[in-house]
């Protein structure tokens, strides 16, 4: 709601787009036209995540795998395993393989994805530097509906 002028205006902020329809761009400036409200509550949550997760990231962890059934009292024992850095266990769909070499895949993969969009957004960046113009003005079909 946010991205909307009128609804941003209606809740006391600025809007994320500018009334022209156009996103914000690093290059054109529009980044300073986000509200500082903004920048601070993402500061603030990524310092609050930091703080909660942040060693679950640098160093391997031990989880307790029964731990649900261990709490019920229906195991006497806990079992343990170790879990690689990074992993959070944040999975609400199930989409992670079991098995180690499709495990490997995925994790490969995920790794390739994030290259490739990196370079998509300096892509990005470099072409409306050079032009001068914004990359929705320079990929207008990226930006349009389907069926128009």
């Known amino acids: ?26 290059i054109n400036g529009g980044l300073q036209q986000v ?11 990524t310092i609050v995540l ?11 962890e031990i989880r307790i795998e029964n731990a649900e ?10 079992v343990y395993k170790r879990v690689a850095p990074g992993e959070l266990g944040f999975d609400p769909l199930n989409l992670y393989p079991g098995d180690p070499t ?3 895949r995925i ?3 995920e790794l390739n994805n994030g290259r490739l969009a990196m370079i998509a957004l300096s892509t990005f960046v470099a072409a409306e530097y050079i032009t ?3 990359i929705v003005d320079l990929t207008p079909f990226f930006f349009k509906p389907l069926g128009q």
């Open 107 to 109: 994790k490969e993969a």
């Open 1 to 26: 709601e946010l991205f909307d002028p009128a609804i941003a205006n209606l809740l006391g902020v600025e809007p994320l787009v500018t009334l022209e329809g156009r996103n914000p761009s690093l």
């Open 35 to 45: 509200s500082p409200i903004f920048w601070a509550t993402i500061l603030g949550a």
């Open 102 to 104: 499709n495990q490997r």
């Open 69 to 78: 059934s261990l709490a019920r009292g229906d195991t006497q024992r806990a």
């Open 50 to 60: 930091e703080i909660l997760y942040g060693n679950r990231g640098m160093q391997g």
């Open 132 to 134: 001068g113009e914004s």
